[in-house]
């Protein structure tokens, strides 16, 4: 039995004995009396309960354990998620340049006017820079871009945006980060990787050179039992890092087919997932983007119900991942794209289908796949078996790729 199922065996085992630490009365359904057991899912909070909050880091805020994810369409007028999520707790929101192609910020400054107090916002932003082209004089010049588009003048945590190479931790750019807070812009720095396999030396660099604040960085039921992801949350934790779970849902296309198949009585697939994930009390909160108000009731009733995953819904998920593995891509492009000649972008191709396919964003998964050179995205011509062999998910690459083209290039 390898180390990494034992881990994921201890953290199940943990999970179930620690808990969420979650320490909110037992609750029924919506209109129940608290001492009601659920007697299914609970798709609506209780009433007149707020989301449980936790420590973010070293930086002494509580942040609700969700955020709102903010990667879809605003309705500028009156955007009643965002409104129903903040009646309920939900205070803490997650934007970036780059989301809504790029009207993200624009389209959130109503709700903050609308909120009404600034200060009682956490508003959390990224920017993008590639790996080898990102300088801390780019960085700068978008952070005001973005405070004049949210029409703030700071914004409470900054992140440098997908980073995926450890030369954006370099000295410069925590000087870069230290700069901004002195002029007021920001106030707390960090980063976001979500993609690739290069999060664990990320963060570990993150906790080794100090200066990062917060990280925002993928973490689902299937990295649960990934050891050196653990050791590097450990790291991060240690070293008072706020730590924040992005893509927990880690879909698939064939997560509909999950959701049937799924059984518990207590919870949704969706709420059992971001239980998965709470259950690690180092993470201070999920960012989840919610599509709608029910959405936004579904996870709330999960972040707020003091019900526990059950060893039985763990091993669901745990089954689910190694099911769905295949068509799962982990970004690690360094394994596939050295098997192709030529500049074969195939991971980020596969990432603009999963936003396609999964979180209904095809009009921004088009646009970047459109961003691609022809050499790039010229799969037709390459053989990719030597790809395809190394992949450690199995995944059939040429069929994928082949797919993605279709949605992604019509
Ligand atoms: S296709 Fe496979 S090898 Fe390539 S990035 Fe995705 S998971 Fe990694």
Redesign the pocket.
């Known amino acids: 039995m390898s180390s990494g199922s034992i881990r994921r065996r201890e953290f199940i085992k943990g999970a179930m004995l620690t808990g969420a630490g979650l320490q909110l009365a037992e609750a029924g359904a919506q209109g129940q009396p608290a001492s009601s057991p659920p007697s299914g899912p609970m798709l609506t909070p209780p009433p007149d309960q707020k989301i449980p909050r936790r420590k973010l880091g070293k930086t002494g805020v509580d942040t609700p354990i969700l955020i709102m994810g903010c990667c879809q369409t605003l309705d500028a007028a009156y955007d009643k998620r965002l409104h129903r999520a903040y009646a309920i707790g939900v205070d803490h929101l997650d934007t970036a340049q780059m989301y809504a192609e790029g009207q993200s910020h624009k389209t959130l400054a109503p709700f903050i006017k609308q909120v009404g107090d600034r200060k009682k916002l956490f508003i959390g932003s990224k920017v993008f820079q590639k790996g080898e082209e990102g300088t801390p004089e780019a960085f700068k010049t978008n952070i005001d871009l973005c405070l004049k588009d949210l029409e703030t003048d700071y914004m409470d945590a900054f992140y440098m945006h997908i980073v995926q190479h450890p030369r954006l931790l370099d000295p410069e750019f925590v000087k870069m980060g230290e700069e901004l807070k002195k002029a007021g812009k920001i106030r707390f720095f960090g980063f976001s990787c979500h993609h690739?396999?290069s999060i664990p030396t990320l963060m570990n660099k993150a906790a080794a050179v100090g200066g990062f604040d917060v990280i925002m960085f993928r973490y689902s039921f299937r990295e649960c039992g990934d050891l050196e992801l653990n050791k590097a949350i450990d790291a991060c934790h240690k070293a008072g890092i706020g730590l924040i779970a992005i893509k927990t849902l880690a879909s698939v296309p064939d997560d509909q087919e999950q959701v049937k198949q799924f059984q518990s009585k207590n919870f949704t697939l969706i709420q059992a997932k971001l239980k998965a994930v709470w259950a690690d009390e180092r993470i201070a909160g999920i960012a989840s983007q919610m599509g709608n108000v029910q959405h936004v009731m579904e996870n709330a009733a999960a972040a707020i119900s003091p019900t526990q995953l059950s060893m039985e819904e763990f091993m669901q998920l745990h089954r689910f991942a190694g099911q769905s593995a295949h068509q799962?891509?982990?970004?690690?492009?360094g394994?596939?794209?050295s098997c192709v000649e030529g500049p074969l972008r195939?991971?980020d191709t596969?990432r603009y289908l999963m936003y396609a396919e999964c979180y209904e964003q095809r009009d921004m998964a088009r646009a970047l796949y459109a961003e691609l050179s022809e050499e790039e995205r010229r799969f037709d011509l390459a053989d990719l078996s030597a790809?395809q062999n190394?992949?450690?998910?199995g995944?059939d690459?040429a069929a994928?790729l082949a797919h993605a083209h279709s949605i992604l290039s019509a």
């Open positions: 690739g396999d799962h891509c982990k970004g690690c492009s394994v596939c794209e195939i991971a596969l790809a190394a992949c450690p998910q995944i690459i994928r």
